[in-house]
Every structure is written in structure tokens, then in C-alpha cells.
């Protein structure tokens, strides 16, 4: 199991020492400071880095004839990725506008 210093860390995760500390001590990147100074465990920040790879941020892919419900009360999910609305309302406003 190979440790690392901070600046070692920081090159590692290439960012800026100052920057690794500040997250480290907020708990958002595992390190550990035994003594005086702060130890990394190489492994540890593989983790870190492969857990920024979250499928979450890539595009989501939607079928043509995919319809999900939206979140909101009376909306519905179109194969675009949009919303429409389905309320009655709609129709009502197109009417007296003239669309």
C-alpha cells in the first residue's frame, strides 16, 4: 500500500496542495493527519477520482417513445426531454388566443 504526502496528493490529484487541504480537513477527499503532517493512501484517491466519474453527469439518453410523468403535478415528460403541460387549461388559452 503506497502513502502519499500532501504535495505528493496534490500533484496526484493535480490540484493545488493549499486546495487538497482544505478539502481534506472538510471531510470531502480521505486523507489522514497521524502527526504533523497529512498521509494519503494512493488507493483511497483512486476511489475518490473514479467516484467524480458519476453516470449521473453524462446525458441521459431518452427513447421516441418514452413518456415519463415530470415532477411537478400535471406535466408529462416528452421524447425530447422536455416537459408539456397536460392540463385542460392549455386548450382553453389556445382557443381564446386563436391558435
Known amino acids: 500500500m503506497k502513502t502519499l504526502t ?3 496528493a496534490a500533484a496526484f490529484l493535480q490540484m493545488n496542495p493549499e486546495s487538497l487541504r482544505q478539502r ?3 471531510g470531502a477527499i480521505p486523507g489522514a493527519k497521524p502527526g504533523k503532517c ?3 493512501v494512493e488507493e483511497d484517491l483512486v476511489a475518490y477520482l473514479r467516484s467524480l466519474y458519476a453516470a449521473n ?3 441521459v439518453r431518452v427513447n ?3 413518456v415519463k410523468s415530470c415532477h411537478s ?3 408529462v415528460r416528452t421524447a425530447s426531454g422536455g416537459c408539456a403541460s397536460r392540463l385542460p387549461m392549455d ?3 389556445a382557443k ?3 391558435l
Open 6 to 8: 500532501l504535495p505528493e
Open 24 to 26: 481534506v480537513k472538510a
Open 38 to 40: 497529512w498521509v494519503f
Open 57 to 59: 453527469r453524462q446525458a
Open 64 to 66: 421516441e417513445k418514452e
Open 73 to 75: 403535478t400535471a406535466e
Open 91 to 93: 386548450a382553453e388559452y
Open 96 to 98: 381564446l388566443l386563436g
